[in-house]
């Protein structure tokens, strides 16, 4: 029986962060295949992805990013290198850090425009 461990928590964020990363990636392709409906209704949907969610929703798909792949080297290193499994929750702390830094630093870099969107 599951106790909510790193190793849960692991599995159930890299699951979460692959579909926030398949979502993002559908509303892009979505995004530039509007184009064929004409550059009003292409700039229609570009002025709304400048809203304020959009903008918050880039500062947690980065962190998702960022978390899914840096995880996946947790996995592989786990899968290839029997001392993988005995650092495993260390390097999974490892990768949240790394992860809430990316998201830090997005919202650094995204703050002058999350602010204007409020």
């Known amino acids: 029986m599951y106790r909510g461990r790193e190793g849960q928590w692991a ?14 990636l559908l509303l892009h392709v ?9 550059e ?8 709304t992805y400048d809203l304020w969610p959009f ?17 996946g080297l947790r996995i592989i290193v786990m899968d290839f290198t029997g001392a993988g499994v005995a650092y ?12 809430v830094l990316s998201a830090l630093y997005a919202a650094y870099r995204l703050y ?3 602010i204007g969107g409020f």
């Open 11 to 24: 599995f159930l964020l890299h699951r979460l962060s692959g579909l926030a990363i398949l979502a993002y």
């Open 30 to 38: 979505f995004s530039i295949g509007s184009f064929i409906f004409g």
């Open 55 to 71: 903008r918050i929703g880039l500062v947690f798909i980065t962190a998702g990013v960022v978390y899914h792949a840096f995880n």
């Open 88 to 99: 495993q929750r260390q390097m999974w702390y490892a990768v949240m850090v790394i992860s």
């Open 40 to 47: 009003r209704f292409y700039m229609a949907i570009h002025h």
């Open 112 to 114: 002058p425009r999350l």
